[in-house]
């Protein structure tokens, strides 16, 4: 299992999961033009797509997914009252490449499974995704106000996990952002703080060296720099030597991670 993080922030959100026969794209938050050009970055043709899943109905995640559907003719996989919201933000797409993704199902993709489960984020229906093949696990679990217990048992045993660092609570508090969206970004519907990260990650991780891509950072209220070193503590108070138990990796909103492999 391969994959990379094709661009991860405020601006706009993908991820490529692909093995030798499947490329998955989820979510596509950057413009189709932009998408085609992330994708042969990552040497991947966009007619070469299987199919998008989309996490939920946020601009930031959505821009390109109607462009590519239509384009390439692309099946598109979301939950029922995410499709609600699509519907009048994407365009049209013809009925034939609409599917529907229930809370905790498992869809297989040629030699791929892919596993769903509710987030707290206020969307429609958010969620986040677990990727299996044979042995191998990746979790992608960004977007999400806190991590519920239910959700920490679902992604432990993951080799990789892309996972929310969104923000510094300081820089967030007395930043430029009216206090409705400081509040709404807070609260258990917005977004995972830097110290959240870290505490989920410290009851996640079983220390057998998973990779960690750090994700979804404000642009406003985060530096990757200060989103490392948080998590970074956080851990090693936990008992993590990070860099040997844990690999800690950063994320770009305009620059695709390399190729990853599990």
Known sequence: MRFS?????????????????????????????QMEAQLREVNVDPKSLDAILVTHEHSDHIKGVGVLARRYDLPVYSHEKTWAELDRLIGEIPESQKFLYEEGEVKHFADLEIESFGI??????PMGFCFYQG?????????????????????KGSQAYIFESNHDVEMLRIGHYPWNVKRRILS??????????????SEILNGSGEKVYLSHLSKDNNMTELARLTVKNILEENGFVVEKDV?????????PTPIDEI
């Open 5 to 33: 993080i094709l661009a991860s922030g405020s601006s706009g959100n993908a991820i490529l999961v692909e093995t030798d026969q499947t490329k998955i794209l989820v979510d596509a938050g950057l413009s189709g033009k």
């Open 120 to 125: 707290s984020h206020d969307a429609a229906f």
């Open 135 to 155: 042995e191998k696990k990746l979790t992608l679990a960004t977007d999400l106000g806190y991590v519920s217990q239910r959700i920490k048992e679902k992604v």
């Open 188 to 201: 258990d519907v917005g977004h995972l703080s830097n110290e959240d990260s870290g505490l989920a990650l």
């Open 247 to 255: 690999k800690l990796l950063d994320t770009s909103p305009t620059k």
